[in-house]
């Protein structure tokens, strides 16, 4: 690799770090351990094939997908973790409810199985189609389908409490709805 390709690498680590660790979090379960090791581990593959490859990020993506896909294939059923159950009150009017969100579903998503956990951050974080999910896992459209929605299902029995601003929001209270549109 000569000085600029060597440069032009360091310069999309440098950018692309945080963005990429987010995502290797979310792909792991929130094992920051192994989220740096996934981020390092494909960052080492795509350095090999450099000069060849047209778009870096969705490389190193595919690269991040693909091994995490392998662990998971190669891992033996292993305990769930437990986790202390959060608070209550997610509405706090200090300006912390987002962060709690994101801790909420970090949690909820590490309950669940990798496979799971996958298929959820690739369809609904990366947003992909099933098409491209499918692909990507090297599997049917239709198990992209079925285990999206029995993880959704998992993850709404998990966490409960992430279901119920989205249900709060599609209610509409009967005052405020127009004179004929109860049709």
């Known amino acids: 690799m000569d000085p600029q390709d060597h440069e032009r690498f360091r310069d999309f680590v440098d ?3 945080s ?4 995502l290797a979090n979310l ?3 929130g094992d920051r351990h192994e989220a740096e090791d996934l981020v390092q581990t ?3 593959k795509v350095l090999g094939r450099w000069r060849q490859i047209e778009d870096p990020e969705g490389y190193v993506r595919k690269v991040m997908y693909r091994h995490q896909i392998s662990r998971w294939r190669l891992r033996r059923p292993h305990r769930e973790a437990t986790f202390a159950a959060p608070p209550k009150d997610l509405g706090v009017a200090d300006g912390t409810s987002a962060a709690d969100l994101r801790i909420t579903v970090g949690q909820a998503l590490a309950r669940l199985t990798p496979r799971q956990r996958t298929m959820l951050v690739l369809r609904y974080f990366e947003d992909l189609s099933e098409t491209e999910v499918a692909g990507t ?3 049917s459209v239709g198990t992209v ?6 993880s959704l299902a998992r993850l709404r029995r998990l966490a409960p409490e992430l279901g ?4 709060a ?3 509409v209270p009967s005052s405020n709805v127009p004179k004929g549109a109860h049709t």
């Not at 963005?19 to 987010?22: D, I, K, N, P």
């Open 169 to 171: 929001a599609t209610t």
């Open 137 to 139: 896992l090297g599997c």
């Open 42 to 44: 494909a960052l080492m």
């Open 27 to 29: 792909l792991t379960g």
């Open 145 to 150: 389908r079925s285990t999206t929605h029995r």
């Open 164 to 167: 119920a601003p989205a249900q």
């Open 15 to 17: 950018v692309r770090w």
């Open 19 to 22: 963005a990429l660790l987010r």
